[in-house]
Structure formats: structure tokens, C-alpha cells
């Protein structure tokens, strides 16, 4: 173990259409998403890169969209 060299990717688990279709949203959510433009802003300034950033928000999106699914609700953004 040690310091990793190189550029970070994001995992190949799971469906590589679905990763697709989160990914894009993701980097649109960032510019558009206050809740998701927020986070990925926070983790840059904190020394993450930007593939990081966006990986984040596809999990984001993902808790996102399940909640709506499981609590029958609209999305409802938490930054005022």
C-alpha cells in the first residue's frame, strides 16, 4: 500500500449502460442540481478530482432516485 500514481477511474462493477446513463446525468446534475453542484464544488475544493467528483454525484443520484421510488415523494432539494 501505498500513494497511488496515475489518474483515478471509475470502477467497472455492474452494468457498464447503466453506469453510462448515471454518468451523463451526473455531469449534467453538476451544473444544474443545486444539491449535486454543491457536493462536487465541496470535494473538488477538498483536493478530490474531478472523475471523483462526478463518481460521487452518480452514488448521489442513485440515493436520490431510489428514495423517490421507495417514498412515493417528489425530489425536494436540500440546499436553499
Keep these: ?3 497511488q500514481v496515475g489518474k483515478t477511474t471509475l470502477s467497472k462493477e455492474g452494468p457498464g ?3 453510462a446513463k448515471l454518468y451523463m446525468a451526473a455531469v449534467v446534475a453538476g451544473q444544474h442540481n443545486p444539491d449535486i ?16 467528483a462526478i463518481g460521487a ?5 442513485a440515493h436520490i432516485c431510489f428514495g423517490v421510488v421507495k417514498n ?5 432539494s436540500q440546499v436553499v
Excluded at 412515493?72 to 425536494?76: A, S
Design 1 to 3: 500500500s501505498g500513494k
Design 17 to 19: 449502460y447503466i453506469r
Design 37 to 52: 453542484k454543491e457536493q462536487k464544488n465541496r470535494l473538488i475544493r477538498h483536493g478530490k478530482t474531478k472523475m471523483q
Design 57 to 61: 454525484a452518480m452514488r448521489k443520484l
Design 72 to 76: 412515493q415523494t417528489e425530489y425536494q
